[in-house]
């Protein structure tokens, strides 16, 4: 047990401490991510001159060759001699990489993965050259930044931000870890402490699959070896710096973290009300009032605004709410999840997604009046053109119990013909047919 202790401070100090804000006390604490080379434009074609008529000369034009690509930028600093300790804590995330690259849970994704990494890169300044940017479907608000480079940004913070200033806060946060060797030095000071040699020696020969995901453990970990309130605010203003640089709004930190706050206030677990970090699993990262103030202050001193992005941003993520707010509720905090949703439909965009799941809430929860709201919520959903298929079999559901078969059938019909692929085909049918007379 305590080799398996030792060996998980080693991966909770590579990857567990650049977290900026690790929600909810069921998260998955493992580092794992998507590999996203820099953002490249795609080559444009040389002009071709019209003939007369009008018509490329398609024959006569010679073949066009498109540039190569420009190469990355270099690495901002050299990889250490494997023998120090700062080598070690690269070779244990080197091995969490690894084991990130053969994740299920890896979102791929080309374009969405180009696109936080040109924002990542925006932010990082001389540090673009060393991120290896990966994207996790994992329903909770977490980025990190390993200390060999490595940065991953989870479903569950895309699904968060508001645009992509808040966005690039975060990143340049992250970033601001890594430029400051954050982790190194809190390793360095829990070995004063507890003798972290032993620690990383053990992590170096034993981390394995087993440790990862394995949250009472790496929780516990994390709260003695994450970074300190003090890294956490320097982070904030390096990200903010950052950030502001890119000309991006400088407000954007001070939003978003004011909006997580009011989340973990919203939760329907009372351990997460009570603890100041709001829902992070490391309580070592605590989302305080000081650390909000803190951004107020200097975004009070900046001149001028700044970009926020935010119709591009969620053009950008618009293709995946639908599973990463199907994974949202499987968190079971409605309460969290009530302050997404509202938080999504500020602009009324995507209405039918949000209204849908909505209704998912209340079907689900089942307390005083959820039926009814579901209902609505379903009823709403289907005015919209981008209501989920499954919005009419929820309503099929129903009017089938209320004995409305007529009404029930129709949204079945419905959903088969908006669902051509649906899996639930065969008992769906089954059910019209019984409906409507047709059935046993």
Same mark, same amino acid.
């Given at each position: 047990?305590?080799?398996?202790?030792?060996?998980?401070?080693?991966?909770?100090?590579? &990857?567990?401490?650049?977290?900026?804000?690790?929600?909810?006390?069921?998260?998955?604490?493992?580092?794992?991510?998507?590999?996203?080379?820099?953002?490249?434009? =795609?080559?444009?074609?040389? =002009?071709?001159?019209?003939?007369?008529?009008?018509?490329?000369?398609?024959?006569?034009?010679?073949?066009?060759?498109?540039?190569?690509?420009?190469?990355?930028? =270099?690495?901002?600093?050299?990889?250490?001699?494997?023998?120090?300790?700062?080598?070690?804590?690269?070779?244990?995330?080197?091995?969490?990489?690894?084991?990130?690259?053969?994740?299920?849970? &890896?979102?791929?994704?080309?374009?969405?993965?180009?696109?936080?990494?040109?924002?990542?890169?925006?932010?990082?300044?001389?540090?673009?050259?060393?991120?290896?940017?990966?994207?996790?479907?994992?329903?909770?608000?977490?980025?990190?930044?390993?200390?060999?480079?490595?940065?991953?940004?989870?479903?569950?913070?895309?699904?968060?931000?508001?645009?992509?200033?808040?966005?690039?806060?975060?990143?340049?946060?992250?970033?601001?870890?890594?430029?400051?060797?954050?982790?190194?030095?809190?390793?360095?000071?829990?070995?004063?402490?507890?003798?972290?040699?032993?620690?990383?020696?053990?992590?170096?020969?034993?981390?394995?699959?087993?440790?990862?995901?394995?949250?009472?453990?790496?929780?516990?970990?994390?709260?003695?070896?994450?970074?300190?309130?003090?890294?956490?605010?320097?982070?904030?203003?390096?990200?903010?710096?950052?950030?502001?640089?890119?000309?991006?709004?400088?407000?954007?930190?001070?939003?978003?973290?004011?909006?997580?706050?009011?989340?973990?206030?919203?939760?329907?677990?009372?351990?997460?009300?009570?603890?100041?970090?709001?829902?992070?699993?490391?309580?070592?990262?605590?989302?305080?009032?000081?650390?909000?103030?803190?951004?107020?202050?200097?975004?009070?001193?900046?001149?001028?605004?700044?970009?926020?992005?935010?119709?591009?941003?969620?053009?950008?993520?618009?293709?995946?709410?639908?599973?990463?707010?199907?994974?949202?509720?499987?968190?079971?905090?409605?309460?969290?999840?009530?302050?997404?949703?509202?938080?999504?439909?500020?602009?009324?965009?995507?209405?039918?997604?949000?209204?849908?799941?909505?209704?998912?809430?209340?079907?689900?929860?089942?307390?005083?009046?959820?039926?009814?709201?579901?209902?609505?919520?379903?009823?709403?959903?289907?005015?919209?053109?981008?209501?989920?298929?499954?919005?009419?079999?929820?309503?099929?559901?129903?009017?089938?119990?209320?004995?409305?078969?007529?009404?029930?059938?129709?949204?079945?019909?419905?959903?088969?013909?908006?669902?051509?692929?649906?899996?639930?085909?065969?008992?769906?049918?089954?059910?019209?047919?019984?409906?409507?007379?047709?059935?046993?």
């Amino acid at each position: 047990m305590r080799a398996r202790l030792l060996a998980g401070a080693a991966l909770a100090l590579a &990857l567990g401490v650049s977290t900026a804000y690790a929600q909810d006390a069921q998260a998955p604490a493992s580092t794992a991510v998507v590999v996203g080379e820099p953002a490249q434009a =795609p080559p444009e074609a040389a =002009p071709v001159a019209a003939t007369p008529d009008g018509v490329s000369p398609d024959a006569a034009a010679p073949p066009v060759v498109a540039a190569p690509p420009p190469a990355p930028p =270099p690495r901002s600093r050299p990889r250490p001699a494997e023998n120090t300790d700062e080598g070690g804590l690269w070779g244990v995330s080197d091995r969490a990489e690894q084991d990130a690259q053969q994740s299920g849970q &890896l979102e791929r994704d080309p374009v969405l993965n180009a696109y936080i990494r040109d924002i990542a890169c925006r932010v990082s300044g001389p540090y673009c050259g060393d991120i290896r940017l990966y994207v996790m479907n994992r329903p909770f608000f977490n980025a990190s930044m390993a200390p060999n480079g490595y940065m991953e940004v989870w479903s569950g913070l895309l699904l968060r931000v508001e645009d992509e200033a808040q966005l690039a806060f975060v990143l340049g946060h992250e970033t601001g870890h890594y430029a400051e060797n954050h982790s190194i030095e809190t390793m360095r000071t829990a070995r004063a402490r507890a003798n972290a040699a032993l620690i990383l020696s053990i992590g170096l020969g034993a981390v394995g699959g087993g440790i990862i995901g394995d949250l009472i453990y790496l929780g516990t970990i994390a709260s003695v070896f994450g970074f300190s309130r003090e890294k956490e605010m320097e982070a904030d203003m390096i990200g903010y710096d950052h950030a502001v640089r890119a000309g991006y709004d400088p407000t954007a930190g001070t939003k978003l973290w004011n909006n997580l706050i009011t989340e973990g206030r919203a939760s329907e677990n009372p351990d997460v009300r009570r603890r100041e970090a709001r829902a992070s699993v490391f309580a070592s990262h605590p989302l305080s009032a000081d650390r909000v103030e803190a951004l107020r202050d200097r975004a009070a001193t900046a001149t001028g605004g700044g970009e926020t992005n935010r119709e591009r941003y969620r053009a950008a993520i618009r293709p995946f709410l639908d599973p990463w707010l199907r994974a949202e509720l499987r968190r079971r905090d409605y309460g969290q999840t009530v302050i997404v949703l509202e938080r999504l439909a500020a602009h009324n965009e995507d209405l039918g997604v949000i209204e849908y799941y909505r209704g998912e809430i209340n079907r689900i929860r089942r307390g005083e009046g959820d039926r009814e709201r579901a209902i609505q919520h379903y009823t709403n959903a289907i005015a919209q053109p981008d209501a989920p298929a499954a919005s009419w079999r929820e309503l099929g559901e129903y009017a089938a119990r209320d004995n409305r078969n007529a009404e029930a059938a129709a949204y079945f019909t419905t959903y088969l013909e908006r669902a051509p692929g649906a899996t639930d085909r065969t008992l769906v049918e089954a059910r019209i047919a019984q409906l409507t007379g047709g059935g046993q």
